[in-house]
């Protein structure tokens, strides 16, 4: 067996339906061309997949897969990517979670886990180093996630490290999702449904291995400079003291709060449902996943009545989400809601979006009574949003309906309301007005994952971080690029972000703690990478890592039928003016961002990459599904 430094060195393939194990060595060719994480699973998944592929049918591989800077001592090392075909979109499905569950898992020797196959039965994998066991898991099928990692630690100890999924995820609803730690969700793409159809409730993780360092006193040294960084990072402080939850009054006031579903971008009562309210009246203490000094976790309690639990607070996305996006201004009952989704095993960004279109088609009159009995679908009622996650999860109902997806319900309702599904590829569009913040806006639209603003995360045009746009992407690009309401130069932003932040992904690192404004980029990952792995990787082959990996993405979805139609934002953003607030008249440019986006990253105007794109990346295997025209 090679020797290994940063990795693990093995994965570990399962077959549930015939409850075969293979433990595999990790190949130094795929370390070099995809690092780990995000790339290993891209590889993987475009090699074995056939396009046209149910994705809750036997043939879907889920893979969950760490980096070489997961469970070290590179600063925010928690992350794993796990990744299947989407059940919601039907193309390239990804996410990616924090905890302590990524790094147990190299901590027992495994790099990633490559699951295929149903399972007749509900099982478990019960991994404590070497000794990998599937297990009959009927006593757990039903219990929601906190009460199947408590059941599990009973049987195998407190240390044990637990991913689930919930009801949600069991009934294969497809904005359930995978829970980690309780509290850490790998949130998109309805990953929890492909878990679920494959009657897998949970994989548990005990490790007592080390990772190996190439070169430890210099690995020390790097590791004290880079945590360094991080602490000097002016951000910090805000993060430890808010997490995220800053962010509801801060995009109120540059007009880019989503409210009422997205009708407006200014919502009045958004100190109410903010950080400041939740520090003063609900927080125990910051948390934190493993090796992160900056804590944006929240645990937080609601003491009594209706709403009370103890748990992690929602972060930004799930505040938006469930708050001003649906007109809910209770925060108890948001925190509570939050708490619920967790519960069940949903994406709370999904949920939201399903339960807000419900309310904007309700508050227009487009729901026949045949599909909502008595529901009363009215804005800001909290009641009625904690009875919809309820009826979501448990597929009860008009929940049943919502349950597919805000793009499917729509399908299934008919009467003109596709208009106010608010969706890039039938995912729901995350708390990211891009009319207020254009690259944003470009960043939607192009991901392969559907909507998703953390595919390139582009945060510097709008903090007001010139001098790091000019350090990064070059003096000829401002100040255009840093004005977020102008379209230029926005395309460039997006091809240079999305190559880091999928690097990002594959190190097993965390986006928030990296990439603002960024606090660690290209040289500190060089650095880092050398005296963990050995591996001296030069600062353009980690540039053409991360491209290569977004144009396999890219691939994967070329594959399954998707195009340049495919690369869309919802009328309403290229339509209908942000009505009120800093971001008042403006629209989405999408077009123009796009010629200049496709420009950058080699592909045809139809958004298909070219086949000297392909052979520079070393991706020639993927030149057979280039459409011919």
């Known amino acids: 067996m090679p020797d290994y430094h940063g990795y693990a060195g093995t994965l570990l393939r399962i077959d549930l339906e015939t409850r075969k194990m293979k433990k595999v060595n990790v190949s130094q060719s795929m370390i070099k061309k995809y690092i780990g994480g995000s790339g290993f699973c891209a590889l993987t998944l475009y090699r074995e997949l056939k396009a046209g592929i149910d994705p809750l049918g036997k043939e879907n591989i889920l893979y969950f897969a760490t980096g070489p800077f997961t469970g070290t001592l590179w600063p925010q090392s928690s992350r794993y990517t796990v990744a299947a075909k989407s059940p919601l979109t039907d193309g390239w499905g990804e996410s990616h979670s924090g905890g302590f569950w990524g790094p147990e898992l190299k901590f027992a020797g495994y790099d990633g886990i490559i699951i295929k196959?149903?399972?007749?039965?509900?099982?478990?994998?019960?991994?404590?180093?070497?000794?990998?066991?599937?297990?009959?898991?009927?006593?757990?099928?039903?219990?929601?996630t906190h009460e199947t990692e408590d059941e599990l630690k009973k049987e195998y100890g407190r240390d044990i490290k637990v991913a689930s999924i919930g009801p949600a995820g069991e009934k294969k609803v497809l904005v359930s999702c995978i829970m980690n730690d309780k509290h850490r969700a790998a949130a998109r793409s309805g990953l929890g449904a492909v878990m679920g159809s494959k009657k897998l409730k949970a994989i548990a993780v005990c490790g007592s291995h080390g990772i190996k360092i190439a070169n430890t006193r210099e690995y020390i040294q790097v590791m004290s400079e880079m945590h360094e960084k991080i602490g000097n990072?002016?951000?910090?402080?805000?993060?430890?003291?808010?997490?995220?939850?800053?962010?509801?009054?801060?995009?109120?006031?540059?007009?880019?709060?989503?409210?009422?579903?997205?009708?407006?971008?200014?919502?009045?009562?958004?100190?109410?449902?903010?950080?400041?309210?939740?520090?003063?009246?609900?927080?125990?203490?910051?948390?934190?996943?493993?090796?992160?000094?900056?804590?944006?976790?929240?645990?937080?309690?609601?003491?009594?009545?209706?709403?009370?639990?103890?748990?992690?607070?929602?972060?930004?996305?799930?505040?938006s989400a469930l708050g001003s996006r649906c007109g809910n201004t209770d925060v108890k009952a948001l925190l509570y809601a939050h708490y619920l989704c967790n519960l069940y095993g949903l994406d709370t960004i999904g949920t939201g979006g399903v339960i807000s279109w419900a309310m904007e088609c309700f508050e227009k009159g487009l729901l026949d009574k045949k599909f909502i009995g008595d529901l009363k679908l009215e804005w800001g009622d909290v009641d009625?949003?904690?009875?919809?996650?309820?009826?979501?999860?448990?597929?009860?109902?008009?929940?049943?309906?919502?349950?597919?997806?805000?793009?499917?319900?729509?399908?299934?309702?008919?009467?003109?309301?596709?208009?106010?599904?608010?969706?890039?590829?039938?995912?729901?569009?995350?708390?990211?007005?891009?009319?207020?913040?254009?690259?944003?806006?470009?960043?939607?639209?192009?991901?392969?994952?559907g909507a998703d603003h953390l595919y390139a995360f582009p945060v510097l045009d709008e903090g007001g971080f010139d001098e790091e746009?000019?350090?990064?992407?070059?003096?000829?690009?401002?100040?255009?690029?840093?004005?977020r309401t102008n379209p230029k130069y926005k395309g460039y932003l997006v091809y240079v972000n999305e190559n880091f932040a999928v690097l990002v992904d594959s190190l097993g690192t965390c986006k928030y703690g990296t990439m603002i404004p960024p606090a660690?980029?290209?040289?500190?990952?060089?650095?880092?990478?050398?005296?963990?792995?050995?591996?001296?990787?030069?600062?353009?082959?980690?540039?053409?890592?991360?491209?290569?990996?977004?144009?396999?993405?890219?691939?994967?979805?070329?594959?399954?039928?998707?195009?340049?139609?495919?690369d869309m934002l919802p009328r309403r953003f290229l339509e209908e003016p942000s009505p009120e607030g800093p971001s008042e008249g403006q629209v989405v440019e999408l077009d123009y961002m796009l010629?200049?986006?496709y420009h950058y990253r080699g592909w045809d105007i139809h958004g298909i990459p070219q086949s000297e794109k392909l052979n520079q990346l070393g991706l020639e295997f993927a030149l057979k599904d280039v459409p011919r025209r």
């Open 469 to 483: 746009i000019r350090a990064i992407y070059g003096e000829e690009f401002w100040p255009e690029m840093g004005e």
């Open 595 to 597: 010629e200049e986006y």
């Open 233 to 319: 990072d002016p951000f910090t402080e805000t993060k430890r003291k808010y997490g995220t939850t800053y962010l509801v009054e801060f995009m109120n006031e540059i007009g880019r709060l989503p409210s009422y579903n997205f009708q407006t971008s200014v919502f009045k009562d958004a100190d109410s449902i903010g950080g400041e309210e939740i520090n003063a009246k609900y927080l125990i203490k910051p948390s934190a996943c493993f090796g992160c000094l900056q804590a944006c976790g929240r645990l937080t309690a609601v003491k009594e009545g209706p709403f009370a639990y103890i748990g992690v607070s929602p972060e930004y996305e799930s505040l």
């Open 384 to 449: 009625t949003t904690i009875k919809l996650i309820h009826m979501i999860a448990q597929r009860e109902g008009f929940g049943d309906i919502l349950a597919q997806g805000s793009y499917r319900a729509a399908e299934i309702v008919g009467n003109n309301t596709m208009k106010y599904v608010m969706h890039v590829k039938k995912q729901e569009i995350a708390a990211q007005d891009g009319r207020a913040h254009k690259s944003m806006g470009l960043t939607s639209a192009v991901s392969p994952r």
């Open 117 to 144: 196959g149903i399972s007749d039965d509900p099982v478990s994998i019960i991994i404590e180093d070497d000794s990998v066991t599937i297990m009959n898991a009927g006593d757990l099928w039903g219990l929601d």
């Open 520 to 566: 660690l980029y290209y040289s500190e990952v060089q650095r880092g990478l050398e005296v963990t792995t050995g591996i001296r990787f030069t600062i353009d082959e980690l540039k053409q890592i991360g491209e290569r990996i977004v144009n396999l993405n890219r691939m994967f979805n070329i594959r399954e039928g998707f195009s340049r139609t495919d």
